[in-house]
């Protein structure tokens, strides 16, 4: 048989960091990096004595990403401690929830290849972040407890993706949800956002699932689809032989692109869970609930409808400007300055884009060309007063000497010559000077670049091209036309 | 300057603040008292005589220089090695946490040391609360100050023992299953367990999160209510603080002196069956017709629940503690095995050689109860007991504004006696464990002596948030009887 004899099931459980100030049960910075804990306090540290108060911001943002992705929220619902034992765990368990998580059901919905998927979800909890185990040489290892106690969303979908590819475009959607929420900056290479799989396969058609591997150690949406690709076709081999896959958790080691046991399901956790008494039960009001829901904003999906909806853009367009909030937001605020969206996408997607090393960074105070600005550019051409090649170079001065185009047109004197008395002067002349080419682009129209050329090399590049197309094809007669 | 043996705690205070004698020299008193008479009984872990002189410094200087010194100016209270105290020791009488020096305070002795309390040190206890006779201990036990042959109970014995043998003025001290109370009446002093929330957890070593109860010991009920007074009320750092403002507790101790004109008791059949001391019955019952003479009106109630509290309280008790105690595993603090060549045998031999015998045997217990697949079986199950054994009380209190019951079946037995068989010491919280499963506050108060002259103990239990009612009726009894005057012999050499 081959992989394509079998059908792939992945779920994924999403961890995403949110991003309050200070960590979901103490007081000290939940700020990415920082000297090795420097971002802790007796609670978050598991000292003796110490007990957790929940911040209610980690709670808001858990309810807005479950308000967005369609779940139920539950208005009462609890913390339980998960037991186990590790270096970087302080208190020898994890404060999550167990049966009763903040949000139930719901969906990711994305697009693949332009087709729309919606992946159900099973749940999303909240709960605390572990520290981090630093290996110095052998037998030395430190622990790093700054991101301990950071407040942490985790999403688990139904076993509904059906591809390593959709895998990753699913993370990928995840991310946009919580970057359009403004929760979490969803950095997949800085831990902010993690994703483990359980893949498993089965024949075609067949109504049960297959034996599932857990695949950890995913850094990258790369890493995602690879692992993903890799695990199919291990268990593809494996099945093919007649053998069973075995219910294990494995790490993919992106290096060697293969993934590896880490622990049978014989050694996992019995995590011993029970409801953590420490925290009273967490109750979410029906007001706090339409407060949130009428406060969300317009999501990716949404945006796309719209963008290829009434705005008028392509699907190829729209998906480029909505997969990132400050994208979509820069967009918007160059249409309602005035640009035409069409064109605005363009100069967007093809110029801005192609310089602005993040994305992301694209509402910044400091961005050289902000919405105002390169609308302003666009109008100029919308009115003729630059050319497009001429306003692809005014872009590039703009970015780098961070001044308008309406200032540079000026100082440089580039305005477009739009004045028809002044091209039909040129137009005249340069007709007059090349009787042989007139005689002959009445039998070859495409001599008329000629004459535009000229004419344009005249005007030192800023001759307005329409305007001198019109004046020639009048002079050189119908034939040119 | 009074004598400080037997003294209480309110007329130090009322002393310094009124100038009438340092805050100085009543610490000194009681630090020459515990270094003359504390080797003998063993009460204190640790003594802090330069942070205590140092504290009453402050207090005299404030007093001096026309400040409040605060209600509790000057009295000298011990605290028990569970409460987590800035830059001194704290080990909860185990070797984990030897050496444990914590970074902050809990928010109950920063309330006491607020209001002008000065800590003498750091009292002995069970190992992390677990137990009734103070045999648990890594240091060795202490022995109860009316004969050093028997237990002070436990798990505050340490602070029992100190209170009765005026080796502080008051300590501080923790209620999971009784170990306030039981010690209390074992020792002749007065112990409150307030209503659970009351006073903050914060930087208390938890032992059994939803059950942990902290609270005063005192000479005398005003002493108790004094202590509770500040210690009480919400706070921030424990999210199941309860939010009401503290009563008047000194008040209506006092106010218990005019009688008792129109308070209905409760005594719960229950409590008066088999396993009861004679002679714990005969001073119970006596107290109780003394609480009718203070115009009580005597009712009978039901408890019928009370037979399932001692099984519900150590499936719970032993889940909580598995939990809780998983924190200690030799990475950042405390004890750590010399021994470890993984991360898997640093925890078992840390744990192993850290732990004594009683933590080992409840983390099994409670790791057992709350396995997999086993959760609604056992902890499930006893939630929902526990559920029941509080509607008891809620019915009970439709009926009367308090309970009266023995604290103890038995008064102090000796060393040695309860320690071999764990379900024998585990039946000494009979009494007790109810109203911690209910959250509800009560009291014990010294109401006789045993022909030995043992102290025999009398529990008050109130509604949830009636610590006034306890402290009325504990205060009615004590103005028309003698027994908080009664003190242990000074063992002097």
């Known amino acids: ?481 | 300057m009074i004598d400080v043996r037997g003294a209480s705690a309110v007329a130090l205070a009322d002393g310094v603040r009124a100038g009438k004698w340092r805050a100085r020299d009543v610490v000194d008193r009681y630090l020459d008292r515990i270094a003359r008479l504390d080797p003998a009984l063993g009460c204190y872990l640790l003594v802090d005589a330069a942070g205590a002189r140092r504290q009453a410094d402050a207090v005299d200087a404030a007093q001096k220089a026309g400040r409040d010194p605060g209600p509790l100016a000057g009295v000298p209270l011990g605290i028990k090695d569970i409460f987590c105290t800035r830059g001194v020791e704290t080990t909860c009488a185990s070797k984990i946490l030897r050496g444990f020096v914590p970074p902050y305070e809990s928010t109950a002795t920063t309330r006491l040391g607020a209001a002008g309390a000065v800590s003498l040190g750091k009292l002995n206890m069970d190992e992390f609360a677990m137990g009734s006779s103070t045999e648990n201990s890594s240091a060795g036990p202490t022995r109860n100050p009316w004969s050093p042959a028997h237990v002070p109970g436990g798990s505050s014995g340490g602070s029992a023992a100190a209170v009765a043998a005026s080796l502080c003025a008051g300590a501080t001290g923790t209620d999971t299953g009784g170990s306030i109370r039981q010690p209390a009446a074992l020792c002749g002093v007065v112990g409150m367990k307030p209503t659970y929330g009351r006073v903050s957890r914060y930087g208390v070593i938890a032992f059994a999160s939803s059950l942990d109860h902290p609270g005063p010991f005192g000479r005398t009920v005003e002493d108790a209510a004094a202590l509770l007074e500040v210690m009480a009320g919400p706070d921030p750092l424990d999210a199941t603080s309860i939010p009401q403002p503290v009563g008047a507790y000194r008040q209506a101790a006092r106010a218990g002196a005019a009688g008792l004109a129109g308070v209905r008791l409760g005594v719960p059949t229950e409590y008066f069956q088999a396993g009861m001391d004679p002679e714990v019955e005969t001073s119970v019952r006596a107290a109780i017709d003394e609480l009718a003479r203070a115009g009580a009106k005597i009712v009978p109630v039901s408890l019928p629940h009370t037979k399932y509290a001692i099984a519900t309280y150590y499936l719970i008790c032993t889940a909580e503690a598995s939990s809780n105690l998983a924190r200690f595993d030799g990475v950042r603090y405390g004890h750590r095995t010399a021994q470890a060549r993984s991360l898997d045998e640093l925890y078992a031999k840390t744990r192993g050689e850290g732990f004594g015998a009683e933590p080992k045997r409840r983390i099994m217990l409670g790791a057992y109860v709350l396995r997999a697949g086993y959760y609604e079986a056992y902890y499930g199950k006893a939630l929902r007991a526990r559920r029941k054994i509080a509607d008891d009380f809620s019915a009970a209190f439709a009926g009367c504004d308090a309970i009266v019951t023995p604290t103890s079946p038995v008064p102090a037995f000796k060393f040695g006696e309860r320690s071999a068989d764990p379900l024998q010491m585990y039946l000494a919280d009979v009494y007790t464990v109810a109203p911690d499963l209910a959250g509800i506050p009560a009291l014990s108060q010294p109401c006789g002596l045993t022909r030995a002259g043992l102290p025999i103990g009398l529990q008050t239990i109130g509604p949830a948030l009636g610590e006034e009612i306890c402290f009325r009726v504990a205060g009615a009894f004590e103005a028309r009887t003698d027994w908080h005057q009664q003190l242990p012999p000074d063992a002097a050499p």
């Not at chain 1, 993903?228 to 075995?246: F, M, P, S, Y």
């Not at chain 1, 998906?319 to 309602?336: K, T």
């Not at chain 1, 961070?402 to 477009?416: D, H, Y």
């Open chain 1, 1 to 481: 048989m081959s992989v394509n004899d079998y059908e792939v099931v992945i779920g994924l459980e999403v961890h995403v960091q949110l991003a309050t100030r200070s960590k979901i049960f103490s007081w000290s910075s939940a700020a990415f990096g920082g000297d090795p804990n420097s971002h802790t306090d007796p609670v978050c540290l598991g000292l003796p004595g110490t007990l957790p108060v929940l911040n209610r911001a980690a709670v808001d943002s858990a309810v807005r990403l479950g308000l967005a992705a369609g779940c139920t929220i539950r208005t009462r619902c609890r913390f339980a401690r998960k037991h186990f034992f590790y270096a970087d765990l302080p208190k020898g368990f994890q404060i999550s929830q167990f049966d009763e998580p903040i949000c139930d059901g719901g969906a990711i919905k994305f697009r693949l290849h332009g087709e729309l998927r919606s992946v159900a979800l099973t749940r999303i909890h909240l709960e605390e972040d572990t520290g981090k185990n630093i290996h110095a040489a052998a037998g030395v290892s430190f622990v790093d407890y700054n991101r301990a106690g950071v407040p942490l969303c985790e999403i688990v979908s139904e076993p509904d993706i059906r591809s390593a590819e959709e895998a990753a475009e699913y993370v990928r959607a995840v991310r946009a949800l919580v970057r359009y929420l403004g929760i979490g900056d969803g950095n997949m290479e800085e831990g902010s956002l993690r994703c483990d799989a359980n893949v498993s396969l089965r024949i075609r058609g067949a109504a049960a699932y297959g034996t599932k591997a857990e695949i950890k150690n995913m850094n990258s949406f790369k890493n995602v689809r690879d692992a993903i690709e890799h695990e199919i076709k291990r268990q593809a081999t494996i099945l093919d032989r007649g053998e069973r896959v075995a219910q294990e958790t494995r790490l993919w080691d992106p290096a060697r692109g293969v993934t590896q046991s880490m622990r049978s399901k014989e050694s996992a956790h019995d995590y011993r869970y029970f409801p953590e008494p420490d925290l009273p039960p967490l109750v979410v009001t029906e007001a706090e609930l339409a407060a949130f829901r009428g406060s969300l904003p317009e999501l990716p999906e949404d945006r796309f409808a719209r963008y290829t909806g009434s705005v008028g853009l392509s699907p190829q367009d729209a998906g480029v400007l909505v997969a990132d909030h400050e994208i979509a937001s820069y967009f918007d605020a160059v249409v309602s300055a005035g640009a035409p969206p069409k064109r605005a996408a363009n100069w967007l997607i093809n110029e801005v884009l192609a310089r602005a090393a993040d994305p992301r960074r694209l509402g910044d105070a400091d961005l050289p060309v902000p919405p105002p600005a390169l609308a302003e550019l666009v109008k100029l051409v919308e009115d003729g007063t630059l050319s497009g090649k001429l306003a692809k170079d005014v872009f590039a001065r703009m970015w780098t000497e961070r001044r308008t185009a309406g200032e540079i047109v000026k100082a440089e004197g580039l305005a477009q010559v739009s004045d028809s008395s002044a091209l039909e002067a040129i137009c005249q002349r340069i007709v007059a000077a090349h009787p042989e080419e007139v005689a002959r682009v009445h039998n070859n129209p495409k001599l008329i670049g000629f004459f535009v050329g000229a004419v344009m090399k005249e005007t030192g590049g800023k001759g307005n091209p329409k305007a001198i197309n019109d004046i020639l094809r009048r002079l050189l007669g119908p034939a040119s036309s």
